[in-house]
Nanobody, 127 residues
Framework: QVQLVESGGGLVQAGGSLRLSCAAS????????MGWFRQAPGKEREFVAG????????YYADSVKGRFTISRDSGKNTVFLQMDSLKPEDTAVYYC????????????????????WGQGTQVTVSS
């Protein structure tokens, strides 16, 4: 059984930083794409960042490019999202998810291509 547990969310002022973690069990983070998504109040969930099974390929939403960095520690079976220069519009619940496919290079932005999801962690950025 695959389980994903996010942590690291909280309240931060605009311009600040947070580092989110996603600890995985039941599947190794190096076996497929790991993605971060977010959902703001009243909005649909959206793709934020992804890292494929090779670990060398990453992909970001335009809204976070240059401010957020996705990485992983295979030894700890954990994926991270370093968020810098945070803005109030980054306020959302952040979720990590794992690709339904194994060992593909493509990093999907589509929710339906991710099979397992964490419970989410709240990030609130004050102005």
């Amino acid at each position: 059984q695959v389980q994903l547990v996010e942590s690291g969310g909280g309240l931060v002022q605009a311009g600040g930083s947070l580092r989110l973690s996603c600890a995985a069990s039941g599947r190794t983070v190096s076996s497929g794409t790991m993605g971060w998504f977010r959902q703001a109040p009243g909005k649909e969930r959206e793709f934020v960042a992804g890292i494929n099974w090779r670990g060398a390929n990453t992909y970001y939403a335009d809204s976070v490019k240059g401010r957020f960095t996705i990485s992983r520690d295979s030894g700890k079976n954990t994926v991270f999202l370093q968020m810098d220069s945070l803005k109030p519009e980054d306020t959302a619940v952040y979720y990590c998810a794992v690709d339904r496919y194994y060992y593909r290079d493509h990093i999907s932005r589509a929710e339906y291509e991710y099979d397992y999801w964490g419970q989410g962690t709240q990030v609130t950025v004050s102005s």
